[in-house]
């Protein structure tokens, strides 16, 4: 079974779903069950020690309870149950006590040791693209009307809070100013980007840099702790909201038809989650901003009205082109070069679905493969390079003056 499409859009804050969302709501669930403490003590392992700090991780912890809570980086043990895992005490009378171990596995969502799973219920009973795809054709529906059979109805007002999210985010990127935070010095560059309409430029140009920066705005309000919506991260947050409202615009699509648009890409993602990953720490960048260019690709596909082989060679271009994609935030924030990384997977998909219009009936790879070869890529890949900040750009940046 695979869960509701609702596992993949959460609204919250960022920088980062799984550093900053999943560790505050294990807390959350910790100190509900212990108010005897008198404080708290966190251990963090893995990635969440490695990029804990810029991140955010310490202040969205201790952000859940009025009490003193004592966080501990700890950078050396490797054998863990999953690459961001945490360990929560209460500490009463010096003595830490009743541990309970979390581990916050992508997109908001968290599992705690011995316990059943948290998060949205399981909805679907098929669970690759290929038994959904059969289904479809045999019952002559769309993709998205799969979608609101398995969820029900009431997955369109969920669906329409969700985009209504997307669109103030971006409102709110264009129209805000400054300096991010975290030291960087990183400037935003939505609404510069935005307002660059004196330039006597061609359509294709037109559109690469309202698309970008539709998604810059989204990334820069996660990079600044605003409100966004998991898509299916928040350091991914970016890619889906800008292709969409670019394309509403430009065609005038009606909100219900980017209601069945985000049903599709939430089905893309779930598929991602459940046979793979979409956490940058377990499986590199490739499993965050891959997957959001496969759900923004297979969401325009839905759009143009495109057939279900079409969206799927559509969201398999977007997917198979991300493969191998590290993930080495510098300083470990969401900025660099994951804002940039957006923007660039936002182009992507329109490419994807642009090559997929004229070529479907040639492909060899279907989504269901690149899926898994994702995830064996990522689980290939050395820790330096998923969400460690100890790799890439962010060790070789960490050394030089001039950045």
Same mark, same amino acid.
């Given at each position: 079974?695979?869960?509701?499409?609702?596992?993949?859009?959460?609204?919250?804050?960022?920088?980062?779903?799984?550093?900053?969302?999943?560790?505050?709501?294990?807390?959350?669930?910790? =100190?509900? +069950?212990?108010?005897?403490?008198?404080?708290?003590? =966190?251990?963090?392992?893995?990635?969440?020690?490695?990029? $804990?700090? $810029?991140?955010?991780?310490?202040?969205?912890?201790?952000?859940?309870?009025?009490?003193? =809570? /004592?966080?501990? @980086?700890?950078?050396?043990?490797? /054998?863990?149950?999953? +690459?961001?895992?945490?360990?929560?005490?209460?500490?009463?009378?010096?003595?830490?006590?009743?541990?309970?171990?979390?581990?916050? *596995?992508?997109? $908001?969502?968290?599992?705690?040791?011995?316990?059943?799973? +948290?998060?949205?219920?399981? *909805?679907?009973?098929?669970?690759? @693209?290929?038994?959904?795809?059969?289904?479809?054709?045999? /019952?002559?529906?769309?993709?998205?009307?799969?979608?609101?059979?398995?969820?029900?109805?009431?997955?369109?007002?969920?669906?329409?809070?969700?985009?209504?999210?997307?669109?103030?985010?971006?409102?709110?990127?264009?129209?805000?100013?400054?300096?991010?935070?975290?030291?960087?010095?990183?400037?935003?560059?939505?609404?510069?980007?935005?307002?660059?309409?004196?330039?006597?430029?061609?359509? =294709?140009?037109? +559109?690469?840099?309202?698309?970008?920066?539709?998604?810059?705005?989204?990334?820069?309000?996660?990079?600044?702790?605003?409100?966004?919506?998991?898509?299916?991260?928040?350091?991914?947050?970016?890619?889906?909201?800008?292709?969409?409202?670019?394309?509403?615009?430009?065609?005038? @699509?009606?909100?219900?038809?980017?209601?069945?648009?985000?049903?599709?890409?939430?089905?893309?993602?779930?598929?991602?989650?459940?046979?793979?990953?979409?956490?940058?720490a377990e499986c590199g960048c490739q499993a965050e901003v891959g997957t959001a260019c496969s759900m923004a690709s297979a969401a325009l596909g839905e759009l143009f009205e495109m057939g279900i082989d079409q969206i799927e060679y559509a969201a398999e271009i977007a997917f198979e082109h991300h493969l191998g994609l590290t993930c080495d935030?510098?300083? $470990?924030? *969401?900025?660099?070069?994951?804002?940039?990384?957006?923007? *660039?997977?936002?182009?992507?998909?329109?490419?994807?679905?642009?090559?997929?219009?004229?070529?479907?009936?040639?492909?060899?790879?279907?989504?269901?493969?690149?899926?898994?070869?994702?995830?064996?890529?990522?689980?290939?890949?050395?820790?330096?390079?998923?969400?460690?900040?100890?790799?890439?750009?962010?060790?070789?940046?960490?050394?030089?003056?001039?950045?």
């Amino acid at each position: 079974m695979m869960k509701s499409i609702r596992d993949i859009y959460k609204i919250g804050k960022g920088p980062s779903s799984s550093h900053t969302m999943g560790p505050a709501k294990a807390m959350g669930i910790y =100190v509900s +069950e212990h108010p005897e403490a008198e404080s708290y003590k =966190v251990i963090l392992y893995g990635s969440l020690a490695d990029t $804990g700090e $810029g991140h955010g991780t310490d202040k969205a912890i201790s952000a859940a309870t009025e009490k003193a =809570v /004592e966080i501990v @980086f700890n950078t050396t043990d490797r /054998e863990l149950p999953h +690459e961001n895992t945490m360990d929560i005490y209460s500490v009463v009378g010096g003595v830490a006590q009743d541990k309970m171990r979390v581990m916050s *596995v992508g997109g $908001g969502d968290i599992e705690i040791e011995g316990r059943e799973g +948290e998060g949205a219920t399981l *909805v679907y009973p098929e669970t690759t @693209f290929a038994e959904i795809s059969a289904l479809c054709k045999r /019952e002559g529906i769309r993709l998205s009307d799969y979608v609101l059979l398995r969820e029900g109805e009431d997955i369109r007002d969920f669906l329409y809070i969700v985009w209504t999210t997307m669109k103030n985010a971006i409102h709110e990127g264009l129209t805000t100013s400054g300096i991010l935070p975290g030291g960087l010095e990183v400037e935003r560059k939505a609404q510069y980007l935005y307002n660059q309409r004196h330039i006597d430029e061609r359509e =294709v140009t037109r +559109e690469n840099r309202i698309v970008c920066a539709y998604a810059y705005a989204v990334s820069e309000q996660n990079a600044d702790n605003g409100t966004i919506v998991t898509a299916p991260t928040c350091g991914a947050c970016a890619v889906l909201p800008s292709v969409l409202r670019y394309m509403q615009e430009k065609h005038r @699509f009606s909100d219900e038809q980017i209601i069945r648009a985000l049903a599709v890409a939430g089905l893309i993602g779930a598929l991602t989650k459940t046979n793979a990953s979409i956490s940058g720490a377990e499986c590199g960048c490739q499993a965050e901003v891959g997957t959001a260019c496969s759900m923004a690709s297979a969401a325009l596909g839905e759009l143009f009205e495109m057939g279900i082989d079409q969206i799927e060679y559509a969201a398999e271009i977007a997917f198979e082109h991300h493969l191998g994609l590290t993930c080495d935030p510098i300083c $470990g924030l *969401v900025q660099i070069p994951c804002i940039e990384r957006n923007a *660039v997977a936002a182009m992507r998909a329109i490419n994807a679905v642009n090559l997929a219009n004229f070529l479907s009936g040639s492909r060899k790879i279907s989504l269901d493969m690149v899926i898994k070869t994702m995830y064996e890529t990522g689980k290939d890949l050395s820790h330096h390079y998923r969400e460690t900040s100890t790799g890439g750009l962010a060790k070789l940046y960490g050394g030089r003056k001039d950045g």
